[in-house]
Nanobody
Framework: QVRLVESGGGSVQAGGSLRLSCAAS????????MGWFRQAPGKEREGVAA????????YYVDSVKGRFTISQDNAENTVYLQMNSLKPEDTAMYYC????????????????WGQGTQVTVSS
């Protein structure tokens, strides 16, 4: 099992920036992808971004392309989500997740999840 702890959420005005961090511990060697997901009240959870732990191009949902950047520090077992030009519609609980298989898309089959960190963007 991989334990994930998110941090970095908060409240910002539209146009502002936040950087989320996800510290991983446990059986991190078995992880294939690390992803960020979000869920707003009354909406389904959606994949925001993901990165292969062993390298490769990152993945993003269309609505955040050009604004968000996912990165990882393998030495620190930490994944980041830099969020720029934030919009009110980015308001959600953001979750970090770890996947141990290459099966399925970058949005699917995540097994381990963090507790989430709240991001609130005001207009």
């Amino acid at each position: 099992q991989v334990r994930l702890v998110e941090s970095g959420g908060g409240s910002v005005q539209a146009g502002g920036s936040l950087r989320l961090s996800c510290a991983a511990s446990g059986y991190t060697y078995s992880t294939t992808y690390m992803g960020w997901f979000r869920q707003a009240p009354g909406k389904e959870r959606e994949g925001v971004a993901a990165i292969r732990t062993r390298g490769g191009s990152p993945y993003y949902v269309d609505s955040v392309k050009g604004r968000f950047t996912i990165s990882q520090d393998n030495a620190e077992n930490t994944v980041y989500l830099q969020m720029n030009s934030l919009k009110p519609e980015d308001t959600a609980m953001y979750y970090c997740a770890a996947k141990k298989t290459y099966y399925g898309s970058w949005r699917e089959n995540y097994e381990d999840w963090g507790q989430g960190t709240q991001v609130t963007v005001s207009s």
